[in-house]
């Protein structure tokens, strides 16, 4: 009677193999990034999306930058409802998130499951950030504004406001986590 079962098992662990590949349906769940790998928000400076549509595409590093998976997002401007570009990504390892900045706003991606944590709106938009060496707290600057929003990574909440400067542009967080240094962008005329 064991052997049956057995068999019967195994017969019917074959037929759902058969059924998945010849759908391409995954059998199993999504892959766990092990490695290194290149993380790549599209669509960049403008909103094209004939080179990867609007989200995250992932490549592996050690494989020759091979494809690995493709995450969509939403993103879309609030006014004419069309995918906005990306100005900034970064990456909490501890968190298992990347962050991704449009014009308007912050979102927070798993890396595991792909899916959208959540999307915030950034009240005078967003622009370059980055994120602490300890994954929690981010630097995100204004778009071109006067002030730097400091916010929680886990909840998209602001902690605070850094007030005082001119046309806030790129953030970069110190590896040792003590220092924070930004770009400020200076007046074309």
């Known amino acids: 009677m064991k052997i049956l079962l057995r068999l ?5 662990l074959g037929v759902v193999v058969f059924f998945a590949l010849a759908w391409r349906v995954p059998v ?9 790998y290149l993380f790549a928000a599209v669509p960049g400076v403008r909103d094209y999306l004939g080179y990867g549509g609007h989200g995250l595409l992932i490549f592996d590093i050690d494989h020759g930058h091979k494809f690995v998976k493709r995450i969509p997002f939403r993103g879309y401007h609030p006014k004419n409802g069309q995918p906005s570009n990306i100005k900034g990504i970064a990456v909490s390892i501890p968190l298992h998130s990347v962050y991704v900045t449009t014009l308007e706003g912050l979102q ?4 595991i499951t792909g899916k959208l944590i959540w999307e915030k709106p950034i009240p005078d938009g967003c622009d370059r950030l980055s994120i602490s060496p300890d994954g929690k ?13 400091v916010i ?3 909840t998209g909440a602001i902690i605070k406001r850094l ?10 967080y110190a590896l040792s986590g003590k220092h924070v240094t930004w770009r400020i962008l200076k007046t074309r005329r």
């Open 8 to 12: 019967a098992a195994m017969l019917m």
């Open 28 to 36: 199993k769940p999504a892959t766990v990034l092990n490695g290194r």
């Open 108 to 111: 927070r991606v798993d890396l």
């Open 137 to 149: 707290t981010m630097y995100l600057p204004s778009l071109e504004s006067h002030y730097w929003n």
């Open 152 to 154: 929680d990574c886990e």
């Open 163 to 172: 007030d005082g400067f001119n046309a806030s542009h790129n953030t970069i």
